[in-house]
């Protein structure tokens, strides 16, 4: 099984910002890293892609794009969100992914969403 672990979510007033932080560990074995991201669903909303990043290449929703920016430490197995001129609209739980390969099987994992909240 693959964990992870998010954190950095929090309230924050509308134009301030925020970093997420996504980190991928295993209960046993070795694993690899195809694609990290991150989805969001707000109130009321179904659930949406933010972001993905997988080698060198970033994908990003139309509403954040120049706003959010999306890395990777492939050393720590960690994903990072910088969410920068937050809105209103950006508040929702915020869940990480991965797609990984681990004991020879190619899987999406989810972490357990963390709230972000932009108050105005």
């Known amino acids: 099984q693959v964990q992870l672990v998010e954190s950095g979510g929090g309230l924050v007033q509308a134009g301030g910002s925020l970093r997420l932080s996504c980190a991928a560990s295993s209960s046993g074995g070795i694993f690899s890293i195809n694609a990290m991201g991150w989805f969001r669903q707000g109130p009321g909303k179904q659930r949406e892609r933010v972001a993905t990043i997988s080698g060198g290449n970033t994908d990003y929703e139309d509403s954040v794009k120049g706003r959010f920016a999306i890395s990777r430490d492939n050393a720590a197995n960690t994903v990072y969100l910088q969410m920068n001129s937050l809105k209103a609209e950006d508040t929702g739980v915020y869940y990480c992914?991965?797609?990984?390969?681990?004991?020879?099987?190619?899987?999406?994992?989810w972490g357990q969403g963390t709230q972000v909240t932009v108050s105005s």
């Open positions: 992914y991965a797609l990984i390969s681990w004991r020879g099987v190619i899987k999406n994992y």
